[in-house]
C-alpha cells in the first residue's frame, strides 16, 4: 500500500495568516492526490482533487500543487471557519490511502 | 442537491453482523461509483470498499476483504455494506461517499453524515 505522512501534525495560526500543509507519498501518484477538510463531529468536505483542481463550492482561497510525490495545500487567507483538520488522500493505486491529518487550530 | 443518509448503524457483539445502508438523491445514482469509508473513535480515514455504477465491479481493502460485501439497488438509489464477522476494530463511524473523480481508484467528493458502529462484549 502508498503511505502518506503530512506534516505539519498540528499548527496554530491567526485568521489572516497564509498557511501551507505538505503531503509526501511513499511512491509517485502521478497527481492522484485529494485533499479534505474535517470539523470536530461533522463528516469530511472534499476541498480539491487531481492535486489542484477546486471541487464546486470551495473557496478560492484554497489551492493544491505538486506533482509525484509532494504535494502542498495552501490556505492564502485563513479565516475562522477554516479551522479543521485537514488529511490528503492518494487515489493512484488501491487501496486509496489518506495521510493521518493535519489540525489548524487557533493561535 | 445531493444528499447521503446512513443508517444501520449501532451496538454489536464481535462476530456479529450488521447491514449499513445509504439512502442518496440529488444525482443520476446509477451512474455513480459509490464508496464506503470509515473512522475510528479519534482516529484517521480508512477507505473500505468502492463499487461501479452498474454494481459489476468492487474492491475492497484487505482489512475488511471477505468479511464485508458491498452492493447497490440502483432501482432504490441505494447503497450497502453487509458486515460479517465483526471484531472490536471495527468499531468506526461509517460514511458512504459518491466517487467524483473516477480517475484511477477514484475519489470521494460528496460524504453522507456518517452512522456509528461500536462492536463490543
Known amino acids: ?107 | 442537491q445531493v444528499q447521503l443518509v446512513e443508517s444501520g448503524g449501532g451496538l454489536v457483539k464481535p462476530g456479529g453482523s450488521l447491514r449499513l445502508s445509504c439512502a442518496t438523491s440529488g444525482f443520476t445514482f446509477s451512474d455513480c461509483y459509490m464508496s464506503w469509508i470509515r473512522q475510528a473513535p479519534g482516529k484517521g480515514l480508512e477507505w473500505l470498499s468502492y463499487i461501479s455504477g452498474s454494481g459489476s465491479t468492487t474492491h475492497y481493502a484487505d482489512s475488511v476483504k471477505g468479511r464485508f460485501t458491498i452492493s447497490r439497488d440502483n432501482a432504490k438509489n441505494s447503497l450497502h455494506l453487509q458486515m460479517n464477522s465483526l471484531r472490536v476494530e471495527d468499531t468506526a463511524v461509517y460514511y458512504c461517499a459518491r466517487v467524483g473523480d473516477l480517475a484511477a481508484a477514484g475519489s470521494a467528493d460528496y460524504w453522507g453524515q456518517g452512522t456509528l458502529v461500536t462492536v463490543s462484549s
Request: with cysteine.
Open chain 1, 1 to 107: 500500500d502508498i503511505q502518506m505522512t503530512q506534516s505539519p501534525s498540528s499548527l496554530s495560526a491567526s485568521v489572516g495568516d497564509r498557511v501551507t500543509i505538505t503531503c509526501r507519498a511513499s511512491q509517485g501518484i502521478s497527481n492522484y492526490l485529494a485533499w479534505f477538510q474535517q470539523k470536530p463531529g461533522k463528516a469530511p468536505k472534499s476541498l480539491i482533487y487531481a492535486t489542484s483542481s477546486l471541487q464546486s463550492g470551495v473557496p478560492s482561497r484554497f489551492s493544491g500543487s505538486g506533482s509525484g510525490t509532494d504535494f502542498t495545500l495552501t490556505i492564502s487567507s485563513l479565516q475562522p471557519e477554516d479551522f479543521a483538520t485537514y488529511y490528503c488522500q492518494q487515489y493512484n493505486s488501491y487501496p486509496p490511502t489518506f495521510g493521518p491529518g493535519t489540525k489548524v487550530d487557533i493561535k
